[in-house]
């Protein structure tokens, strides 16, 4: 589990009757918006609940594209030893859901 699947895990339980969203869109908007957990859940409670599905929607897709993007270069076995690392997933998400090139 990374640091941001583990905060979102974390706080999820302890908001899960406060908030509309599901964990996994908290987990990748902890990602995505890299601010402390607490604000990410107040931003998007703010948010009307078809922004927050077009959100979701979203980062569920890029995710996607980074999980792919991630398992064809460890299928080259082109990489460093640092695409092990759990946290590179969170990175490369990050980068492509701000659209700079990943790799």
Request: with cysteine; glycine share 2%.
């Amino acid at each position: 589990m990374t640091k941001n699947q583990t905060k979102a895990h974390e706080l999820y339980a302890k908001i899960l009757d406060k908030t509309k969203v599901s964990e996994n869109f908290l987990y990748n908007s902890i990602c995505y918006f890299d601010l402390y957990p607490e604000l990410v859940v107040e931003m998007l409670n703010e948010l009307p609940a078809e922004e927050c599905e077009k959100l979701d929607s979203a980062f569920q897709t890029c995710r996607e594209q980074t999980k792919k993007v991630l398992d064809v270069t460890l299928e080259t076995g082109n990489f460093s030893k640092i695409f092990h690392e759990p946290e590179v997933e969170d990175i490369l998400f990050y980068q492509n859901a701000h659209g700079e090139p990943i790799h």
